[in-house]
């Protein structure tokens, strides 16, 4: 997809060109009006979708992960992930939006230029996936705004209940500047150097998960493995919450994925059904390979199946077919599967809740899988002209260039949190829990 | 008097509570405890986690009780509570020294 901002001559028309080549051809047989439109169905359905992401992160993101941490650390991750969420609003007005969608025809940073929303204004448009349509650039920054509001936040399942809340604030503004804020401009922003490559990401798997994943796996070793990692009981202290809180994430995820379409029509249709039945057989893969594997399906696993489907359709969803989506869903199940309950544990690293092993993996997963499922062939809505091969080359250079972007500003990042505030609590106080000693709360008293 | 402490399977407690009503006992401390006897715990799997819980979950019962019906207090709580199984709990008796009820300050047997 392309979020090039709409400027009257060039960006709309290069956005679309690149467009209509490589992503949505079906889309092209309308023809480009003489002046934009605004059509407020898709007004409407772009508003919804940026309340479903807001939906994602509070109470979803928060609650499935909140439920997976112990009784004494649930209010720390509620914490971080609600102060994450509006402090990278805050830094989206600010700077966020500029240095991700700023005009510049850098290909790897926006620009100065909209610092402060500067020069926004109610006529102001964005471009959307067909020519001549567009949508007001404030419902474009608000939608946006979601999306970087929640990445940060993905992040912190690697390192929960042992990290110190300032370092986590510290580090989501850091990372969002130096790392999220880029790889967005590069795989959305028509000017982008992963979009003029023709990678394929329709809603974020790269410049979401992968992102997010990869960070979350340096921050976890950086950091290093709870107290008492492999010896003490560690588990989740409320599964039911982690279901609501996954089930929240689900729903949430189709403004996420169905609203980067960024118009309310067919399009968005095939992104919705994708991100049901994608999820759905991934659901069944892992409580599949999990009864194999260990004699039975596991509440946690049919959750973790369900945010590994989830992480993988989103790069696919807007190219490949339902059944398709289905066969990746699963597919990204088995491997998360095999990373969470193998991989993990042979190395030893203490990825808490999972991060990298669920949407770094799902995510690597979905973007190559990408490459393949989008082919006519195996049910994508790519024509003849479209070479898998070729594609899954893009595919894998935008993967490690990402890998690479954000595993090594990471690492610098987290090595300079810890020299300013430090990374991590006091033993005393992971003993204890975060809860109280961080926030002065307890979150479950016994009367 | 005696003082009667068992440990049961909860789902037991409601049985055995109401037998020793039937024997007219009426005061009775409910706590939900974990332990283990022969009984040996389970094993949990969360993703890759695996972890052996070697504590079940029990009720605690505790009461007071008159030396007179001491026997059948606690003969009452083994029919009750039993199953059968392995894990359905210990009785055991103190003798108790002294009872006061706080809002009269009536002592012993009449404390009860």
Redo the contacts between chains.
């Keep these: 997809m392309t979020f090039g901002v709409y400027k009257p001559a060039r960006s709309l028309a290069v956005a679309t060109a690149v467009l209509l080549a490589g992503i949505l051809p079906a889309l092209a047989q309308e023809t480009a009006p003489a002046a934009p439109i605004m059509d407020k169905g898709d007004v409407a359905w772009m508003m919804t979708s940026s309340l479903l992401v807001l939906f994602m992160a509070l109470p979803g993101l928060a609650l499935f992960y909140g439920g997976l941490v112990r009784a004494k650390n649930i209010l720390s991750i509620l914490m971080q992930t609600t102060m994450i969420a509006a402090v990278m609003m805050v830094v989206w007005v600010v700077y966020g939006y500029s240095f991700a969608f700023g005009g510049s025809e850098n290909a790897f940073f926006g620009g100065f230029a909209k610092l402060f929303l500067k020069g926004v204004t109610l006529e102001s448009m964005s471009a959307t996936f067909t020519s001549g349509v567009v949508i007001p650039e404030y419902l474009f920054i608000t939608f946006q705004m979601t999306f970087a509001a929640i990445t940060p936040a993905l992040i912190i399942g690697a390192f929960a209940e042992r990290v110190k809340f300032s370092a986590v604030v510290l580090f989501s503004v850091l990372w969002a500047t130096v790392v999220y804020f880029p790889v967005a401009h590069m795989v959305w922003d028509a000017n982008g150097y992963l979009f003029k490559l023709g990678a394929i990401d329709f809603a974020g798997g790269t410049v979401v998960h992968i992102n997010a994943g990869i960070a979350a796996l340096v921050g976890c070793i950086m950091i290093g493995p709870r107290r008492g990692y492999g010896k003490d ?4 202290h409320s599964l039911p919450l982690c279901l609501i809180g996954a089930s929240i994430l689900w729903v949430g995820w189709f403004g996420f994925n169905v609203g980067s379409n960024l118009e309310s029509n067919a399009g968005a249709t095939l992104a919705m059904i994708n991100t049901f039945v994608a999820t759905a057989g991934a659901i069944v893969g892992w409580s599949l390979i999990e009864t194999l594997h ?1 004699g ?1 399906a ?1 509440m ?2 049919a959750a ?1 199946g369900m945010i590994a489907g989830l992480v993988a359709i989103t790069p696919a969803c807007g190219t490949i077919g339902p059944v398709g989506a289905i066969a990746l869903g699963a597919l990204a199940s088995v491997v998360c599967y095999f990373f ?3 991989v ?2 042979k190395l030893g690293y203490d990825d808490s809740l ?1 991060v990298f ?1 669920i949407h770094g993996v799902g995510g690597i997963v979905g973007a190559l899988g990408t490459a393949f499922f989008s082919a006519g062939a195996l049910g994508g809505i790519k024509g003849d002209d479209y070479a898998v091969g070729a594609q899954f080359m893009i595919q894998l250079t935008a993967v490690v260039i990402t890998v690479v972007w954000s595993g090594v500003a990471s690492a610098i990042l987290f090595k300079i949190v810890d020299v300013v505030v430090g990374l991590r609590v006091k033993p005393e106080v992971e003993t204890q829990g975060l809860d109280q000693p961080s926030h002065g709360e307890v979150a479950y008293h016994n009367s | 008097m005696k003082y009667v402490i068992a440990i049961i399977k909860p789902f037991k407690l409601e049985e055995v509570r109401e037998a020793l009503g039937g024997l007219g006992i009426q005061g009775i401390t409910v706590t939900e405890v974990k332990g283990h006897g022969r009984q040996r715990g389970h094993t949990e799997f969360y993703r890759g986690a695996e972890y052996t819980v070697s504590f079940v979950p029990k009720v605690k019962l505790e009461l007071a009780v008159d030396e007179a019906i001491a026997d059948r207090v606690i003969e009452t709580i083994q029919l009750a509570g039993q199953t059968g199984q392995i894990g359905d709990g210990k009785i055991f008796v103190l003798p108790l020294e002294q009872a006061v009820r706080i809002r009269t300050g009536e002592t012993g047997a009449a404390a009860l």
Excluded: E, F, Q, T
């Excluded at chain 1, 009981?233 to 989740?236: E, H, R, S, T």
């Design positions: 009981m560690m588990a989740p260990r039975k596991s946690l696993g973790s969470v309950s193998v993990k544990n999972d092993g």
